[in-house]
């Protein structure tokens, strides 16, 4: 069993930047072959692919809506991954989600994840 703990979030106003991490601990002793991702759901809206990881770091995708804003990493000496959000906007507000994928897979598809966080809450001011 994977338990993922997301921290990072708050309350930021347009423009600013925030920085989400994911620790990940429980049976896994390294992130280092899990692919990663990010997503987020918004009040009343259905979640949303954000951003994904191999297990390498050799392949990162991003939704369009992030691109060139959002960057995802991983640190696997400290088992955590990162999420680096600029220039937010109003429309970025959402609880953001992490979670693992055992096949080590960069995937947009929230259902071939197999562990989840329980989310943070970010918040954009306008």
């Known amino acids: 069993q994977v338990q993922l703990v997301e921290s990072g979030g708050g309350l930021v106003q347009a423009g600013g930047s925030l920085r989400l991490a994911c620790a990940a601990s429980?049976?896994?002793?390294?992130?280092?072959?899990?692919?990663m991702g990010w997503f987020r759901q918004a009040p009343g809206k259905e979640r949303e692919f954000v951003a994904a990881?191999?297990?390498?770091?050799?392949?990162?995708y991003y939704a369009d809506s992030v691109k060139a804003r959002f960057t995802i990493s991983k640190d696997n000496a400290k088992n955590t991954v990162y999420l680096q959000m600029n220039s937010l906007k109003p429309e970025d507000t959402a609880v953001y989600y992490c979670?693992?994928?055992?096949?080590?897979?960069?995937?947009?598809?929230?259902?071939?994840?197999?562990?989840w966080g329980q989310g943070t809450q970010v918040t954009v001011s306008s």
């Open positions: 979670a693992a994928d055992s096949q080590g897979r960069a995937t947009r598809v929230g259902s071939l994840y197999e562990y």
């Open positions: 429980g049976r896994v002793l390294t992130i280092s072959s899990l692919g």
């Open positions: 990881s191999s297990w390498s770091g050799g392949s990162t």
